[in-house]
Nanobody, 118 residues
Framework: VQLQASGGGSVQAGGSLRLSCPVS???????????VGWYRQTPEKQRELVAE???????TYADSVQGRFTISRDMAKKMVYLQMLSLKPEDTAVYHC??????????WGQGTLVTVSS
């Protein structure tokens, strides 16, 4: 199962985007016990965990996005979202969603490019 993030695009600094990631192909009983997260990657930097929701709903954020980004999941629609506000040029990256199961299996897939211009 590959995950396909969408919603990226080109915005000016200060703008906003909402990324989406359908996780419908992961069975609910597994998804409900999994952590879901958003990572980003650029050619110059290592992959960075941007935001995560644990299986019990605890959210964590990278310091660089705290207060600007919000991760959420809709179990009924089986979707994961990343709302990004007050975007900065340094947020430019390819963003991927990820699901980490209790068995430590990681679902990953195609990312979506976010470009923020100054």
């Amino acid at each position: 199962v590959q995950l396909q993030a969408s919603g990226g695009g080109s915005v000016q600094a200060g703008g906003s985007l909402r990324l989406s990631c359908p996780v419908s192909r992961i069975i609910t009983s597994v998804l409900s016990r999994s952590a879901v997260g958003w990572y980003r990657q650029t050619p110059e930097k290592q992959r960075e965990l941007v935001a995560e929701i644990s299986s019990d709903g605890v959210t964590t954020y990278a310091d660089s996005v705290q207060g600007r980004f919000t991760i959420s999941r809709d179990m009924a629609k089986k979707m994961v979202y990343l709302q990004m506000l007050s975007l900065k040029p340094e947020d430019t990256a390819v963003y991927h969603c990820s699901v980490q199961t209790p068995q430590n299996y990681n679902y990953w897939g195609q990312g979506t490019l976010v470009t923020v211009s100054s």
